[in-house]
């Protein structure tokens, strides 16, 4: 018990506390924190089912910028461990996340505000010198917030025991625990609108109807669909890519008369040359790939007031000691990163920190770089990255990823979590070695380069196709009522699902979704579908319109 | 102005809640930058051209070329990005409508304080931020579509 309640308490403390993002940026979903959370108790398939259940309600929720629309790293982790200590059924996994979603959201403003005292405090280091007590700043303070505000709460919660949750549990009546799981039935259609409305460009939404239509007809699980919309991807990727009109990144370009020119610009047939300044300090391969690994560390410190900028300072000293011998010249060159930063710092991101070394070697050896053109760069860049990274990963990527692996989660397969896992890990490690080394080696073109060849492009385009089929697919499976009304005809009853299936199969998820889907579009503040899911789910229930069909 | 579906101050321009929330919520088609520095900036100028979703158009313009492309209004939704107070100030005197005014990003700096989050303005935005107020405009703190506008007034010293 008391290891199960550490384990579950360190798995919090680093769900919040960001100090190596590849993992502790997995532990944002539920579906890994689901399944490690039961792991820890000893009930790893009971954790692995809730945490896919709670996944699927925040499937296309995304964070950007330092805000937060739903703590699902307190929803996922405390809600699993509500599920197995009550014993109650997984599906009402979203019952219990929810709420603790919405605590966490304190919880997580708290420890954003708190925060920026440690970047005050590494200020007042740094203009000592102390580089070494900046480092510490950016990781131990944060640790003892996160342990404090995510570690203990969950200890307590793990050792308080079953005993008053399952009578808490058996204190519902039995009625009231099916109508929640209707309501459970129902809440996946908000993770799949919310993705639906994200990835789904008018020109694009038949692909949802094909994902939905093709499950609810032959059965397919989300695995066959996953594969053969990756293969409809792939045709028109590379169909994208010979075609003339495709290979080249379009810019629609507004003129201060108003007009507006698409104008295509394509890539310089070579790369710019370096900068032929000869070098007497170079960076070495082994001190770039050290500073590549300190970006994971970027958002160890995130607070409101300067976001990532100590998590910056912090990765850079690694480049900084090996230009520069005295350790005054070192702290005074690491104050220029102490200022307000944030970006997406794992895939696209580290581009930047490539550069930013890049420049930062020009200077060393006596280039005309000062530190406000370093900043410059830095702060002109994070935006854009941002936007690319947040759309590309969070908008699209990670969640088609955590939703096949919810499917396959939830129907008992522990390589749904493992899988997303791995997948995940590849593509920050992937994605982040080849963005700093290429932003090292080509300095402030590397971007431009990277924009105007319109792979980015043609990646968002290709895989929001195999997203919405996807999406569709989920909604088919993983939106789980139907409806037990019967009515007589003649001498015999007849159910109404029966008339409905007649017509085609899935029409109650489908209408479902489509509800929710128009909600978002009416612009309804996610805190009212979810309170009108409830309302839905609960009255639908007790007047006999819908049941679970999990 | 018709058309004009977001004014918002944001020094990071165009990043993720941008990209990924606000030209859904507001199915803009256009996005324009207006600030002095970046519109003179090929290389920034480059960057923020290929950034942008393509089926989004988008100009990048000095205060003046922006008084001149908002003085004769727009035909698609469009969303109106600067770095601060100033430009918005620059744009209400040249007597164009900016409607409502969005803060949504202004970073910590040296010469900024702390003034609900993670907003931060130095005296000079104050006092810009006041004469917009004093124009009659209605101006808020919202980061993200889904936050509750927050009225700066209260706020500003």
Redesign the interface.
Known sequence: MVISALLVALLATMGQWWFFGPITKCLVYPLTTGTLVGLFMGDPMTGMLAGANIQLIYLGW?S????M?SNTIVAGIFGTAMVILSGADPALASTFAIPFSMLGLLLNQVYM?VNAVWVHQADRLLDRGNIRGVRIMNFLPSFCMAALLYGVPSFLLVMSGSDWAQSLIAAVPDKVISALQVVGGIMPALGIAMLL??LG?PKLIPWFFGGFFLVAYSGLDLTAVSIFSAIIAIILYLRGENSEQGAK??????????K?STVE?STPATPAAAPQLEYTKKLSKPTLIKTWLWTTSTEACYN????QALGIANLMITPVRALYDSPERQAEELKKYM??Y???VFTVGPIINGISCSMEEARANGADVTPEDINVAR?????????????VM??ILYPILFGIGCSMALSGSYLGPILSFLIFEALIFGCGYFMFMTGYNQG?SS??HI??DGTI?RI?NAFSIVGLMVVGAMAASRVTVNTPLQFTVGNGATSLQSVFDSLAPGLIPLGITMLVWWMLKK?V??AWIIIAIFAIGIAGYFLGILGYAG | MENLVLTRID???????????WI??KHAE?V?VVDDT?AK?E??V??????????????I?TKE?GA??FS?GL?APTILLVKGPGAILALVESGIDVGEVDVG?M????DRS?LY??I?ISPDENSQLKQLLEHGLKVFIQ?????KPINIAEYLR
Not at chain 1, 249 to 258: P, S
Not at chain 1, 304 to 307: A, P, V
């Open positions: 995304i950007a910028g330092g805000t629309p505000t409305n994200y460009k990144k379009a810019v629609k370009r507004l003129t201060v008369d108003k507006v610009v409101y007031e300067r976001l200022v307000f944030n970006s997406e702060t002109g860049l994070m935006g854009p990255v941002a936007g690319i990274g947040d759309t969070q908008g402030k971007l431009i924009l105007k492009n968002i612009k503040n996610t | 020094d990071r321009l165009i990043h993720g809640q941008v990209m990924t929330a859904k919520n256009q324009v970046t900036d290389y920034m480059e960057v923020l051209e290929t950034a942008i979703p393509e089926d989004i158009a988008i100009g313009f070329e001149q492309f004769q035909d990003g970073g910590a700096r040296q702390q989050k993670n931060s980061v993200m579509p889904q936050d």
